[in-house]
């Protein structure tokens, strides 16, 4: 019931806030990092908002992680 | 001129229909069912599945694609996991619809990626070349509604016997679980380890008790091995509890 309550948390928390779709990667656990579809921002989104880095890492050239 | 279009037309749908690669139907395998048998190249070459893994436990997973998040982060997982696996006496065989060379050059991107602060391994199982759709069929792995090329997240548990154990389905967006997996597995062959046959209890994990089918001695056994009482406890009258 433990892995049960993991997917339905894990869902939920894949259709977002808003807009914002997350993907869930493997062994996702609460509180771990979520996964984004593609590059998470654009050259002018970091320009004007410099601190979108920070929330943002790559893993590898085909996983970009959210920080939670 | 009619009549030959007719003719032709006739001859190419029956040559569509036999030349074709076989499966037309698509089908889950049920628990008890016999694993469905394929042969397919891999990144390990050709392979038979499942008799190519004899009296080893088999777990066939599906993806939607490679080369993308949610699949990256699963082959890192079970690339991180394989030895675990290995002791479990468990073949780990990857399959999507994907051609080998997607294959190969994504084991090699894999095999090239530190991930969750763990350094890169050489994966040892294979990836499967289903790109005719002929597993994904057989193992009724392409859910229509979401995809009819791509694989939904597939997890077939096959026994030593080539016996369907376990079956899961996940969606694209959520990666599965490998330690999930990996627990099912260990109370499977926990629960078949004894003659006596245990039943694992919900949530069970390693170390804990398991549970018997019926009253786990008679008046006589008690008699004959007073000690044997200790061996076991109930929970209310529907559950007996054998302790590990």
């Known amino acids: ?68 | 001129m009619k009549i030959k279009y007719v003719l032709f037309s006739l001859l190419l749908f029956s040559y569509g229909s036999i030349g074709a690669q076989g499966i037309k139907h698509s089908y889950i395998p049920l628990i008890g069912d016999v694993a469905p048998v394929f042969t397919a190249e891999t990144t390990s070459g050709s392979i038979n599945f499942p008799g190519d893994y004899g009296r080893k436990w088999k777990i066939l997973f599906s993806h939607p694609r490679d080369f993308t998040p949610v699949c990256s982060s699963e082959l890192l997982t079970l690339a991180q996991m394989q030895g675990e696996f290995e002791k479990l006496n468990v073949q780990i065989v990857v399959v999507s619809t994907d051609e080998l060379k997607t294959h190969n050059l994504w084991k090699k991107e894999m095999e090239a990626t530190v991930y969750k602060g763990k350094q890169p391994v050489i994966i040892n199982f294979p990836l499967v070349d289903d790109h005719k759709w002929d597993i994904a069929k057989q193992y009724g792995m392409l859910h229509q509604i979401i995809s009819g090329t791509r694989d939904v997240r597939g997890v077939f548990i096959i026994n030593p016997d080539n016996k369907v154990e376990v079956v899961l389905f996940y969606p694209m967006n959520l990666g599965r679980n490998m330690d999930e997996i990996k627990r099912v597995v260990v109370a499977l062959q926990t629960a078949g380890s004894s003659k006596d046959r245990y039943l694992m209890p919900a949530n069970w994990r390693v170390g804990d008790d398991v549970l018997v089918s019926k009253f786990p001695y008679t008046e006589k056994e008690l008699k004959d091995n007073p000690d044997i009482k200790s061996a076991y406890y109930n929970v209310g009258s529907f559950m007996y509890f054998k302790k590990l």
């Open chain 1, 1 to 68: 019931m433990d892995e049960i309550k993991r997917t339905l948390i894990a869902l939920q928390t894949a259709s977002g806030k808003g807009n914002d779709r997350y993907l869930m990667p493997a062994n996702w656990q609460v509180g771990d990092d979520v996964l984004v579809p593609q590059f998470p921002y654009t050259e002018k989104q970091l320009k004007e908002n410099p601190d979108l880095k920070l929330s943002y890492y790559n893993v590898g050239s085909y996983m970009w992680f959210k920080k939670m």
